[in-house]
């Protein structure tokens, strides 16, 4: 059983372990240091629009193991593509990240809908020359002809080899009826039209403090990188907001039934749009994901929902065997599971072990668990997901927390009849062929 989701989860008992035992204690930064240190307010709002949030947290990793998260958030996602331009914020966020590659971070992006993130791993004591490069990459331009050919070149060859699989190319098809792109059908990047000054003119426009949220969480020092913060990032200018994109009305439905080669593997996806954290009802959320995976753990089958970029996306698939005699029962043996799981996680009496499943895997996403809580500071990767998540989602920690557990039923069938339900789904299938008979 696979779980596609972003964020990254450790069993809560080993940090209880940890806490216990006193590995905190000896490490850089103990727990008192960090509460003695920290101050009171995690986010600062700058003059100029940009947000800075900084969150000292402690680790129980050897000093040279550890690392302190950053991550800059960018309300610039998908959605902005102008029709004939799909991939557009992917290659300019590409060649952002490999122009400022620095030596002792490792980075990723992200992109999502509405916003896209570039999350880096930093040494603790570079965090603060590493916000000075985010300075210097909020303030310098596009220069590099050969640098824009290659990431156009690696983008398009990636898009190539994606296209060749089968369940990426069915996502995108499904995704494609859910939540359709201004630009044009999903996992076909057009990128040939973009020059280098066209990156550049998007980048003076889209890539400033208005459109910004920039977070550090993990051991740190926060004094100076607040210092940063006020002495540099606030003088940057802040530019004009990117205006959010309303989405376009789903194509509700099934996209019909293809047949793939023989002893290829086939599957059955299934989508919806879901609520966003920090909603009441992504609190049954939280509990329905777990509750379906409890049934479909003994299959190859996947959950995909990443609430940091794509929150309004919830997709899940089953696997079709390719060595089945009998295609076709193959198919209805695996529309039998995924409804069953989607009917348990849905009807099903709530147990205690649900609940705490809820907030030990999705409470720091969901708002019921405070990131800085000491259940949290081993992971800083998920602390950092979860931070920036309810701040640009505005999320009510204290309504939310007092909301969960409390008449779990009806948000389960609210989740049912206005998100998790057959009318408000889009379904792509494609099943193995028979298996040719041997001579």
Known sequence: MVMILRTRRWPQALLALALVTGILAGSAFT?????AQSPRQVWYPLDNGLEFGSLPLPSFRS?????????????????????????????????????????TAEGE???????????????????????????????????????????????LAAQKQQLKT???????????????????????????????????KLRQETFTPANLHIAIVGPHDPAPTLEVARRKLARVPAGKPVAKITPKPALYGDIGVKKNLPQVPGAIVRSWRVPSPGTKESLALGLFIPRVLRILQSDPSTIDW???????????????????????????EAQARLDAAIRYGLQSSVELSDMQTARESFGGLLGIARVHDETSMHDPMSAAEALMVQRIDNVDERQLVNLFGRDIRPQLEKLKSEFISDERSVTGIVIPSAPVPAN
């Open 31 to 35: 727990q008192e240091s960090v509460y």
């Open 63 to 103: 000093e040279e193991d550890q690392r302190a998260i950053i991550i800059t958030s960018w309300q610039m996602g998908a959605q902005h593509d102008p029709q004939g331009l799909s991939g557009r914020t992917h290659f300019l966020a590409e060649v952002l990240r490999r122009a400022h590659r620095a030596p």
């Open 109 to 155: 992006i992200r992109v999502g809908n509405q916003r896209t993130w570039w999350i880096e791993q930093v040494p603790p004591a570079d965090v603060e020359a590493h916000l000075n490069k985010i300075v210097d990459r909020l303030e310098f331009k596009l220069t590099d002809a050969s640098l824009v050919g290659r990431v156009r070149g690696d983008l």
């Open 166 to 200: 089968l369940v990426p190319g069915l996502q995108d098809r499904v995704l494609d009826r859910l939540l359709p792109q201004n630009s044009g059908p999903r996992g076909q990047y057009q990128l040939g039209p973009l020059s280098l000054e066209d990156l550049e």
């Open 306 to 332: 990443d609430p940091t970029v794509n929150p309004e996306l919830l997709t899940i698939t089953v696997p079709i065997a390719a060595d089945s005699k009998d295609p076709r029962t193959a198919l209805l």
